[in-house]
């Protein structure tokens, strides 16, 4: 199996990112079984070949390709015009994969020909300390661990099955389906992270939703583990609030790309609703309240924004 790595990087942190490409150079899979391509999307000052040591020290082949248009989207799509190979890992700049990363995503697709995507635990980097009431909210940074056992499902719908980009192993053909969903769907081109304050996600879902339309499966395999080195700015109260009301607003951008539509909901309407939700959801603490509700006016102002646009909320929420 032909086997690409893909990191997308926007301004990396230079420490951090050492340590991801030496986690990449360090891998037990032989380093003439992949290639590693570096996706420089318009970093200032621009990676240059110095930054890539460890990765040529390591004999690892690599490519640094520089694109433009700023964007996690925009990164990714070229990431996957620029390969080839039948299996692209992705991995962020603050991703340190775990020794044995590489060989078991290989493994995986090898023994598993049904699963299109999939992804495994992604562990806060143990450098880190962040504050207790900011716990709930550790999925939403890309933090989660599901346990031990393996989630497989063939689902058009989000649940632990379905892995974020970082760390994920997706086949070619998942791969070809999401770029011809981007090319069908100019609205899908809003998602993703722009930079430091661009905040729409979702992208990665749209691409692993692909292997549904293909009949393929995604999973959580909790053999894949890598820890999450996560800028410590993104614990504070401000950029959580933001980046919750900017999922809530993706999550409507995201269903509609995929044909869904939603009902058509008054000011009055929308704050029965997220009352009615206080009650019912399963909240944390203060912090995880708050991140709550600034998903749901996220949310309520995408769906008001398009009223033509049927997903229910409880559905929705249910994410």
């Known amino acids: 199996m032909v086997l690409d790595v893909c990191i997308c ?8 990112f ?13 380093k003439n079984a992949y290639k590693v391509w570096v996706i420089d999307n318009c970093s200032n000052p621009a990676l ?5 040591l460890p990765l040529k020290n390591a004999g690892v082949d690599y490519k640094i390709v520089v694109e433009p248009q700023l964007g996690n989207l925009h990164a990714r799509r070229r990431a996957i015009e620029e390969t080839s190979g039948e299996l692209l890992v ?10 044995t990363y590489l060989e ?3 493994n995986i697709a090898n023994d598993n020909p049904s699963l299109g995507c999939f992804g495994g635990k992604l562990l806060l980097a143990p450098t880190l300390s962040c504050p207790s009431w900011i716990m709930p909210l550790l999925p939403y940074l890309a933090v989660r661990d599901y346990g031990d056992g393996i ?13 974020p980009t970082a760390g994920a192993g997706v086949r070619r053909q998942v791969l070809k389906r999401y770029l011809e969903r981007l ?30 339309d293909l009949g393929l499966e995604c999973s959580y395999q909790p053999s894949l583990v890598l820890l999450h080195h996560l800028n410590p700015n993104r614990f504070k109260l401000p950029y959580l609030i933001k980046l919750m009301y900017s999922y809530g ?6 269903e509609r790309t995929l044909g869904h539509s939603f009902p058509s909901v008054s000011l009055k309407e929308a704050g029965k609703i997220m009352i009615e939700n206080i009650k019912t959801r399963d909240i944390k603490n203060v912090v995880h309240l708050i991140g709550l509700l600034a998903w749901d006016l996220g949310y309520f102002r995408e769906v008001r924004r398009t009223p033509e646009a049927s997903v229910s909320f409880s559905q929705a929420v249910a994410r």
Not at 18 to 30: D, E, F, M, P, S
Not at 151 to 163: A, D, H, K, M, V
Not at 249 to 254: F, G
């Open 48 to 52: 240059t070949e110095a930054d890539l």
């Open 90 to 99: 992705f991995v962020d700049d603050d991703n340190e994969l775990t020794h």
């Open 151 to 163: 989630i497989t499902n063939l689902s058009n719908s989000w649940g632990e099955w379905e892995p």
């Open 249 to 254: 607003r993706s999550h409507v951008i995201l």
């Open 9 to 16: 990087t926007h301004n990396p942190r230079r420490d951090i």
């Open 18 to 30: 050492a340590i991801v490409l030496r986690a990449i150079a360090n891998q037990t899979l032989a």
């Open 104 to 106: 078991t995503a290989v």
């Open 183 to 212: 090319n069908e769907i100019p609205e899908a081109l809003k998602l993703g992270r722009r930079g430091r304050s661009g905040l729409l996600s979702c992208e990665d879902s749209l691409m692993m939703r692909g292997a549904f």
